[in-house]
């Protein structure tokens, strides 16, 4: 990933910035008249301005290079993490060790798939939503924005009703109604958000510490209560649906790495464009893979002790705030101390999800561009809070159905983007690199039919190989026995990655854009 790819055409006469990339609160300032005052004391008080404005160069930082790591650690050291894995007993009956395997397998490749993405951005200085635009054109952005825009608001649901459901178990006498916990974690995730990208970083720079902590203390909390990494063995597939239980928890496992892909290039865009890409990869990737695996192996873990309470306090349903709470019951007020602390780690996992979602709104064109992003935000905590209180008692379904389905997207969308970049985009391409100045002009980003029609067909592959509860297509059904085998994500990649290059040079050769 070289740095030329962006600093070849922005070195030619420079980037022409409108005062909107300039001074984003300037012209938010005078565009809203009457409340120009206001919200010129809003942004002065520390609330920031940009949205979806590309980052010019001489407002970029060299400080936070090191938060590629931390903040994806933050964000994945978390209890949403911990029901993933979870959900390979719980869901497709596999053991301990080969729930183990897929998350490493899958996992791994999820990582490098975010982290590629992540190097994007200190070199174009883009939201990843934007940068979208220069493979698959203005309207082929707004398709992505809107898929990302239902996969973080997927992610937040998730997050708040996980954070809610273990502020409930703190106590069943007198402990936090579900519903109010839903509504005090949304409402904690809203305020760094609110106020941006430089609290955003803040808060994740630390939040890891104490949550790796605890996540230590379940785990030999768990050990000593008895994990038995057998005990799922009878119950275990064999042959070929053994491989169809592996190939669609490996789906979700993918889908809770590159869930994030979408997003990754949005926290890095103040970095200078000199940033070494394969840096800003690596400690992404690490941020991502490690933290990730940790803590979905605790959840695989967890689900595996036998002894009646635990069990019981898992329930039918499958309540994952309900073991932890009921693993860290042995330490009385202290152990419901680090309960309460776990459900607000949902803050850390939620912000990205807040924040991302936003800018996606704004990406989705001009009119909804010129709203400040705050007041996106805000629209995004109602949205994701109201969900989250409506479907609070159906956590391991929605988990698992978005985290499938978003997989398949995000495949297809990483294959289009690094297509683009690896082949079109690179020194000698077709067109030798990305033209920054060109971020919102429609009349000279690409038409984006080549990457409309390869994500078409990315969601043929989709379909024709995924296995859902409410539909089988007929390369997944014949992939496995009873249930099918999941290979959504896998055809989406495929489609997608056959049909994107040349179909983009046809459209290069006819527009030259």
Known sequence: MSDEHYQDKEKVGGIELSETEAAPDQAIAKRFGAFGPFLEKLFASGVEARGVERVPEDQRETRNVWNNLLMWWSVNTVLTTIPVGVLGKFLFTLTFPHTVATILCFGFLGAITTAFVAALGPQTGLRTMIITRYSSGYIGCTLFSILNILTQLGFATTAVILGGQTLASVSSSHGVPLVAGVVIVGVCSLIPCFIGYNMVHIYERYAWTVMFFIMCCLYGLGAKAGFDIGAQKPSEDIGRALNADILSFGSIVFGSFTGWAPVAADYNVRLPAHTPAFRVFTLTMFGLYIPICFTSILGAALVTIT?????????????????????????????????????????????????????????????????????????????????????????????????SILSYWTAFFVVIVAEEHFIFRRPGGKLGGYNLADWDEPSKLPL?????????????????????????GPIGKKAGVAYGADLGFELAAAFAGVTYPPLRWIEIKFTGR
């Open 307 to 403: 002894d009646p309470e635990y069990v019981a306090a898992f329930g039918a349903d499958g309540s994952t705030g309900g073991l932890i709470a009921q693993v860290l019951s042995p330490w009385g007020g202290g152990g419901k101390f680090l309960l309460v602390l776990l459900a607000f780690s949902c803050i850390a996992n939620n912000i990205p999800n807040t924040y991302s979602a936003a800018l996606s709104i704004q990406a989705l064109g001009r009119p909804l561009a010129i709203v400040p992003r705050f007041i996106w935000v805000i629209f995004t905590f109602l949205v994701y809070t109201i969900a989250g209180v409506a479907g609070r008692e159906h956590f391991s379904v929605i988990l698992s159905n978005s985290l």
């Open 448 to 472: 984006g039919f080549a990457g409309i029609l390869a994500g078409c067909f990315g969601v043929v592959g989709a379909v024709v190989g995924m296995a859902q509860v409410w539909y089988t």
